[in-house]
């Protein structure tokens, strides 16, 4: 009886471990550094990025800008708070 109890005890420490794991980017930051590369790259200013709450490295993100511009980010690096894009025709 008490084998099994220890395996109860695995068990559910490996589901809670489980549940804990990566809960992904931080989008708002992942948005804020895309914006920073897009303005570096196209010479924009108030450039503002969009990202779904899922968003990885190789998913295409909405960009807005003054003026009504508007253009596409393709995430190609994220690193905790960091992330790189290139700008792609919509």
Do not use: H, N, W
């Amino acid at each position: 009886m008490g084998g099994a109890r220890y395996l109860g005890v695995i068990a559910a420490a490996l589901a809670f471990g489980a549940c804990g794991g990566d809960s992904g980017p931080d989008v708002p930051a992942v948005e804020r550094a895309l914006a920073e590369d897009v303005e570096v790259q196209t010479g924009t200013e108030d450039v503002a990025v969009e990202c779904a709450e899922d968003v990885g490295e190789g998913d295409v993100c909405s960009v807005s800008a003054a003026g009504g511009v508007k253009a596409e980010v393709r995430v190609t690096r994220i690193d905790g708070d960091e992330a790189d894009g290139e700008v792609v025709q919509p």
